[in-house]
């Protein structure tokens, strides 16, 4: 045999490995080892690079890309480091068998490490085929899905939708507990538990089991960055590929996209005066993995959730082994009538195994920006949800947690939701007053017992989408129902939300809003 040939690139052998195909643009504001990074990466998403596939060395790829060789050795470290590839010493750097949203879906059922073992042992082809159907399609049917980004970034006037009552929030106070803390030093600046500040998880378990009849553990909670996170979270851990999960319809577009991103097949199950209809769901999916329901203030209907449906809702999810992902979302802001006990309560009331995950958020009582949340999960889910957490950001801000474990704990809280329900009450007066002195009978809206945002219907036939764009032009927010539904609504209808806005912004609103209509009062 013959000796290996010398490379004249300085390598001592000539490398087996096949070149790639990697687009450099140097005009480009981004840095080259960066253009490396996404070009290596698409290809292994897109199954161009099959699972095991031999990367040339960093210095035969610099060679053939004609830049230095730093530049590569930065781009591989970037895609080892999050788990596309493998260094395997002799044998090279290969693209890894599992690609890393594989790694991240902590399943909790056996037919999920079964799939994970089968695709680490799969020929390259069958890997090359799944990494080509996963990503795309990820990105394919998400982008369906309303793009709830663009609804946030709205600018802030009337009637904006999701918009708590943020003129009420109490900066002196906080500045002050914030201050207290700083002085007091007792802020921790290294990386902090996984599952949150365990003051702040004793005294979210406090508050929930008082206020809406949980039943749970400090240990159960997990910190997050708001509501959204909680849904990718539940997402990422319970949905596997082809899952079937059962979705309100019309319901909440974040919720959407996280089911979709993890693989779900959504199915969308009618919402009446009762809620989200079980009968409905069982016979679309009998044996969907998980159920998204919103009980408490069911969005975007405002409906509540009766007694039977909950029940019927648990009897399902204990006799197919589902799961239920509750977003007690507005149930604070509730005017008329006692509060309603959440799910998660009446499912451990009845004993057995739990089925209801809790999800809760300080962005409606508080403000957004704070981006602090909380998912309440059963036992044998925590360590799944602790280990999702770690790698979906690790831990929230560690001086905000401590600040609103405070805020908490001194009572501050609960006086602070009992005041801006108040407010927010008297802004739903105000808004059904100026609707009907203004806008009269081109939009209906009734009262409602609770939430943040009304529903206005329109007149028969009429497009709640060209009654959007009408109002744009006159500078007033409103979302149109259909944006919300998967099988479009027999009539059209506005979403309105008033909390963050005063009653002088809410009467011009009115105004506007009449004009975009052609209304007469």
């Known amino acids: 045999m013959t000796g290996p040939k010398r490379d004249t690139s300085g390598d001592k052998r000539v490398s087996a490995a096949a070149p790639l195909l990697v687009a450099l643009d140097s005009s480009a504001r981004g840095p080259l080892h960066r253009q490396i990074y996404e070009g290596v ?18 210095r035969v790829l610099a060679t053939e890309l004609g830049v230095a060789r730093n530049t590569v050795v930065l781009a591989f470290d970037q895609l080892r480091a999050e788990g596309y590839l493998n260094a395997r010493g002799s044998a090279g750097t290969r693209v890894r068998a599992l690609l890393p949203d594989s790694l991240i879906s902590v399943n909790a059922t056996r037919r999920g490490a079964r799939a994970a073992r089968a695709a680490a042992t799969a020929p390259a082809t069958d890997t090359r085929r799944a990494s080509a ?17 663009s609804l946030r970034d709205l600018a802030p006037a009337p009637f904006a939708l999701g918009m708590p009552a943020i003129d009420a929030f109490p900066s002196a106070l906080w500045a002050r507990i914030t201050t207290r803390r700083w002085r007091s030093g007792a802020v921790f600046l290294g990386h902090a538990a996984t599952s949150g500040d365990e003051s702040l998880r004793n005294a979210i378990a406090d508050y929930v089991t008082s206020a809406r009849g949980v039943r749970c553990t400090s240990d159960q909670i997990l910190i997050v960055s708001g509501a959204q996170q909680a849904l990718d979270l539940a997402a990422r851990v319970l949905v596997e590929p082809g899952d079937a999960v059962w979705m309100e319809d019309p319901g909440y577009p974040g919720a959407r996209a996280a089911l979709v991103g993890a693989g779900a097949r959504v199915i969308p199950v009618p919402v009446d005066e009762e809620g989200m209809s079980v009968e409905w769901g069982e016979r679309l999916a009998p044996r969907a993995r998980l159920a998204y329901v919103t009980p408490s203030h069911q969005f975007p209907l405002g409906t509540i959730m009766s007694a039977s449906r909950r029940l019927a809702l648990l009897d399902w999810a204990r006799r197919v082994g589902g799961w239920v992902l509750e977003d007690d979302y507005d149930s604070e802001f509730r005017y008329a009538g006692r509060p309603i006990p959440c799910l998660q309560g009446l499912d451990t009331e009845r004993g057995g195994a739990a089925h209801v995950l809790y999800i809760g958020t300080f962005s409606k009582t508080l403000a957004p920006a704070l981006r602090l949340g909380y998912i309440i999960v059963p036992d044998e889910l925590v360590d799944a949800f602790r280990a999702a957490r770690a790698i979906s950001g690790g831990h929230s801000p560690t001086l905000d947690q401590g600040v609103l474990a405070d805020f908490i704990g001194e009572g501050h809280y609960v006086r602070h939701v ?20 203004e806008i009269g009978d081109a939009l209906e809206l009734a009262p409602d017992a609770a939430g943040l945002h009304m529903v206005g219907w329109l007149p028969s036939r009429a497009s709640d989408e060209k009654a959007t764009s009408a109002a744009a032009r006159e500078g007033v927010n409103v979302i149109p129902l259909s944006r919300y539904s998967a099988v479009a609504p027999r009539r059209g209808a506005l979403l309105l939300g008033y909390a963050a806005f005063d009653e002088g912004e809410i009467r011009e609103g009115a105004r506007r809003l009449a004009r ?6």
């Not at 996963?134 to 998400?142: E, F, H, T, Y």
């Not at 801006?420 to 008297?426: I, T």
């Open 41 to 58: 990466r698409a290809g292994i998403i897109a199954g161009r690079f099959a699972a095991g596939m031999r990367l040339p060395s960093t």
């Open 133 to 149: 159907s996963l990503s795309p399609r990820w990105a394919q049917l998400v982008a369906r899905v309303p793009d709830i980004g």
């Open 418 to 437: 009992r005041r801006v329900r108040a407010l927010c009450a008297e802004r739903q007066q105000a808004l059904l007053a100026y609707a009907a002195s």
């Open 516 to 521: 975009a209509l052609g209304a007469s009062p």
